[in-house]
Nanobody, 123 residues
Framework: QVQLKESGGGLVAPGDSMRLSCQAV????????MGWFRQAPGKEREIVAA????????SYVDAAKGRFIISVDNAKGATYLQMNYLQPEDTAVYFC????????????????WGQGVQVTVAS
């Protein structure tokens, strides 16, 4: 059974950068599309970014455009989310996700979820 394990969260100051990593363990994801979601306290989980298995065609929620970059390293079975110019409103638990296609990711039709990692942006 494939599991997704996130790492790289923590506390940063506004304006700082952070990179989240997601590693597939216990198997391979093949040509699965990947995505990152987040859930802030008291809010529903929302998609942040999605990308096809080959790393192209990335899409972002408006709040992430120009600041976040999603990427994949198929050789390592890893997915990354580079987050720049972080703001307090980016504070949330971030989840890695895998699905057959990027459209599935965008529609929250997820096959595998990570356990989530906390990102806190505060001065």
């Amino acid at each position: 059974q494939v599991q997704l394990k996130e790492s790289g969260g923590g506390l940063v100051a506004p304006g700082d950068s952070m990179r989240l990593s997601c590693q597939a363990v216990g198997g391979t994801l093949g040509r699965s599309a990947m995505g990152w979601f987040r859930q802030a306290p008291g809010k529903e989980r929302e998609i942040v970014a999605a990308v096809a298995w080959h790393g192209s065609g990335a899409s972002y929620v408006d709040a992430a455009k120009g600041r976040f970059i999603i990427s994949v390293d198929n050789a390592k079975g890893a997915t990354y989310l580079q987050m720049n110019y972080l703001q307090p409103e980016d504070t949330a638990v971030y989840f890695c996700a895998a699905a057959p296609t990027a459209a599935n990711v965008r529609n929250s039709e997820i096959q595998y979820w990570g356990q989530g990692v906390q990102v806190t942006v505060a001065s």
